[in-house]
């Protein structure tokens, strides 16, 4: 695939797309370093943002990893940039087959920067039996706050698997979502925050798994859970 070129953009905009090429390639190394991936399987993307003065949405880009490409081919100039009806603005190969997906997301929900889909075995488990992952771990309150919900089964190749991710996580704190028979997603602020939820997905949904394989995992209050929640989100760390 032959894509178009980014010249037409403001030299601002061209500066911002390089800089995520950046991040979103060194990010994808991450992937297979904690686990979440093998062989062409998974994807981050992030979203640039092009005209501030324009609505939501309206003009942003994408940067993401492209299609059946092995990790270890994967760099800056590796990365294709579409926009966010999917349409490859620049680059030699074909964007990912999640395209669609990422950049539904990014179009019905703008508070999103950054989009990550793996196939990590434990979350992919829940997933394959349609099971939310109950939020029976401090971590869990932490970082979800609640369980990680399991969205509709739809095929790839669509906005399908991205309709679905919108309708189940635009009501939810959590930011990771098992779409049902297919694996995990997971959105941020950027595409570093929504890796670190993929991270984390799979750590709990590990974890959780062990605990019913030694009896029923002891729930949260709610209360707590959002006691918990409010100070990692709003306290913890540096700020």
């Not at 999103?112 to 979350?123: D, L, W």
């Not at 984390?200 to 209360?223: D, N």
């Amino acid at each position: 695939m032959t894509g178009t070129t980014l010249d037409a953009y403001p030299a601002a905009v061209r500066d911002a797309v390089a800089a995520a090429r950046e991040r979103v390639s060194a990010l994808h190394a991450e992937l297979p370093r904690w686990g979440l991936v093998v062989w062409t399987a998974g994807n981050v993307s992030e979203r640039v943002v092009v005209d501030l003065d324009a609505g939501p949405g309206e003009r942003d880009l994408l940067v993401i990893k492209p299609s059946g490409v092995t990790y270890d081919e994967l760099s800056p100039e590796a990365m294709v940039v579409c926009d966010l009806d999917g349409t490859l603005v620049e680059g030699t190969r074909a964007p990912s087959s999640d395209t669609d997906a990422h950049a539904y997301v990014y179009r019905h929900m703008p508070e999103v920067g950054g989009v990550v889909h793996t196939h990590s075995t434990y979350a992919t488990a829940w997933a394959a039996r349609g099971e939310p992952v109950p939020c029976v771990l401090t971590m869990m309150a932490d970082e979800f706050g609640g369980d990680i919900p399991v969205g509709p089964f739809a095929l790839i190749g669509d906005d399908s698997i991205g309709r679905g991710i919108v309708e189940t996580l635009r009501d939810s704190r959590s930011p990771a979502v098992l779409m049902r028979n297919h694996g995990p997603f997971t959105i941020g602020r950027d595409a570093k925050a929504a890796v670190k939820a993929a991270v984390m997905c799979e750590e709990v949904a590990r974890t959780v798994h062990v605990s019913r394989q030694l009896g029923e995992p002891l729930p949260i209050a709610q209360s707590d859970v959002d006691s918990l929640y409010a100070r990692y989100q709003n306290v913890y760390g540096q700020r």
